[in-house]
């Protein structure tokens, strides 16, 4: 599956998947897991997405490779209530989550308040939460921000 995502063939990815995946879901890996995901997100298929998740919900518990892909599927399918539950709902939120939701938050809704709250609550910010927040500051046009969220780097160094 992994090969088919890279070559952009979400639809033969999702194919096998339904040929022989969807019955034994459970016994799936779950590399192969965030490979239908992440074909699922590609493709704009909400609706198989959130099929997995409900098959998979024990699994999403305690493995932030797939939290981390789920988060991104309802991002990148515009099912942004699904994601901001799935993201509260996660006990070990990885900076890459943190960095997804400012993104969404910024990026397609424009909610600046939404995204500085997630920025500052995130224990552990890695270069690409700075990056997100600055490209958002500049697309909004919002420079007065920019000082603080440069200070905030600055002193995490």
């Known amino acids: 599956m992994k090969l ?3 070559k952009k063939q979400f639809e033969k990815a999702l194919a096998i998947f ?7 879901i459970l016994t799936l890996s779950n590399f192969t897991i965030t490979q239908v995901l992440k074909a ?5 298929d ?3 997405g959130k099929v997995i998740h409900n098959l998979i919900a024990s699994k999403t518990e305690n493995d932030i490779y797939v ?3 789920l988060i991104h599927m309802y991002v990148h ?8 539950s799935l993201f509260d709902s996660t006990k070990n939120k990885t900076p890459q989550m943190y960095g997804m939701m400012m993104k969404n938050a910024l990026m397609k809704c424009g909610d600046v308040a939404h995204a500085e709250s997630l920025f500052y609550s995130s224990k552990e910010k890695g270069l690409s939460s ?3 927040m600055m490209k958002g500051i500049n697309r909004l046009n919002i420079f007065d921000n920019a000082e603080l969220v ?8």
């Open 40 to 44: 699922c997100a590609h493709m704009g």
């Open 67 to 69: 939290s981390s892909t």
């Open 130 to 132: 700075y990056g997100v």
């Open 77 to 84: 399918c515009a099912d942004i209530a699904s994601a901001q």
């Open 46 to 48: 909400l609706q198989r």
């Open 4 to 6: 088919l995502n890279d």
């Open 18 to 24: 339904d040929q022989y995946g969807i019955s034994n």
């Open 150 to 157: 440069m200070s905030q780097l600055f002193i995490s160094l």
